[in-house]
């Protein structure tokens, strides 16, 4: 494996091989020696370099932060940015199941022919009494307000 | 396949040619950076949650990204903080990146911005980096000046890993030694490198890497060393 990462490092690798050796890497415990080939061509360009532990504490300091996943820009942290994010979306489901309930009442009140909305505290018997005549005339209930 | 089938209304089928975009052929006609397309494939790795293949990176532009940053901020341990911060604001942004910049175009902008805030928290103006361009401030000769900014004992421990690296390749059969030199300090491809040796590709592949692993071996004590001490 190590002989496919010199030749990674070198920019000398198909596409299919650098997948290829990048699943098997993953799955490698053991640190592989892309550090070494790093610090070898740094000598040779005659490049500075630097603290020895940098590297390492970027890299720790990578293994402590949330895991990032992509296509869902998912990420695991709790900022309230994150959070407010969700408002907009959620007030907008809130928004459409208000105006859907909204039309839905009024559709129950709405009919082709010349019923109105009633008024609500009209005693119950004198509706029954209505409805058992069963009169389609919306009179009736007007009346029945009136005598209240 | 570049031609299309139309029906029109009077039920006759034509074959029509379609016109290939301009833009399209000479992007198709481009030559693939292979460095870019390795660190594309590096990100795509660390997108999908792979945090080595994201340390790989880390490995390949931490030294190049503290000599751009030194351009900015003189101290030593100020310069880590900032480049360490960078990486760590890169890694969190990894999913914004969609390559149409080169990674470490996307990940040196991330470096000068968080020298920039930083400076500014300080009370400090920072230089004017607006005018320069990244390319250009990596061709600046300021080797000299990093090193001076070392500590004793980071400035001996580069002392020693320099001697070993280059004693090592001096005591390498000449052929590893020649085909390691060629790339590493000429910069050459194997193609190139198996055309100046007159052998194969395979086998430069082969001695580049037993050069490699000669000096890691001479190296691994040095390295392991320094990890323990801390």
């Known amino acids: 494996m190590n002989e496919k990462l010199s030749s990674l490092f070198d920019n000398e690798l198909e596409s299919h091989e650098i997948d290829e050796l990048l699943i098997q890497s993953s799955k490698q415990k053991k640190k592989n020696h892309w550090t070494y080939y790093q610090l070898i061509r740094d000598v040779t360009q005659n490049n500075h370099l630097g603290s020895d532990n940098l590297t390492k504490n970027i890299i720790d300091a990578i293994e402590k932060e949330p895991t990032q996943l992509g296509g869902f820009g998912r990420h695991k942290n709790n900022s309230i940015e994150n959070k407010l994010n969700y408002w907009p979306i959620a007030a907008s489901f809130a928004a459409l199941f208000v105006i859907g309930l909204t039309a839905l009442n009024l559709s129950e009140f709405r009919s082709v022919d010349s019923t109105i909305l009633v008024e609500s505290d009209i005693p119950t018997d004198l509706i029954n009494d209505h409805y058992a005549s069963a009169s389609s005339n919306v009179n009736f209930f007007i009346q029945a307000s009136y005598n209240k | ?230």
């Open chain 2, 1 to 230: 396949m570049n031609t299309l089938k139309v029906l029109t209304t009077d039920s006759h089928v034509y074959n029509v040619k379609k016109n290939i975009n301009v833009e399209e052929k000479l992007m198709e006609s481009r030559p693939v950076n292979p460095e870019r397309a390795v660190d594309q494939k590096l990100v795509e790795k660390a997108q999908k949650g792979d945090k080595k293949a994201f340390g790989m990176l880390v490995e390949k532009y931490q030294r190049r990204l503290t000599r751009l940053l030194s351009r900015m901020v003189r101290d030593q341990s100020e310069i880590e903080d900032i480049v360490q911060d960078s990486f760590i604001k890169a890694y969190r942004a990894i999913n914004n990146f969609r390559g149409d910049s080169a990674f470490y175009t996307w990940l040196y902008r991330i470096g000068i911005n968080t020298a920039k805030n930083y400076l500014v928290k300080l009370g400090k103006r920072p230089k004017a980096m607006n005018d320069v361009e990244i390319e250009d401030i990596e061709n600046f000769e300021d080797a000299q000046d990093l090193r001076n900014l070392e500590t004793p004992e980071s400035s001996m421990m580069s002392s020693q890993i320099i001697t070993s690296v280059n004693q090592t390749i001096e005591s390498l059969p000449d052929e590893l030694k020649e085909a390691i030199s060629l790339r590493e300090m000429d910069g050459l491809s194997y193609e190139e490198i198996s055309d100046l040796m007159n052998c194969p590709i395979g086998t430069v592949r082969s001695r580049i890497f037993r050069a490699r692993e000669a000096i890691a071996e001479k190296l691994k004590p040095l390295i392991e060393t320094t990890n323990k001490r801390w």
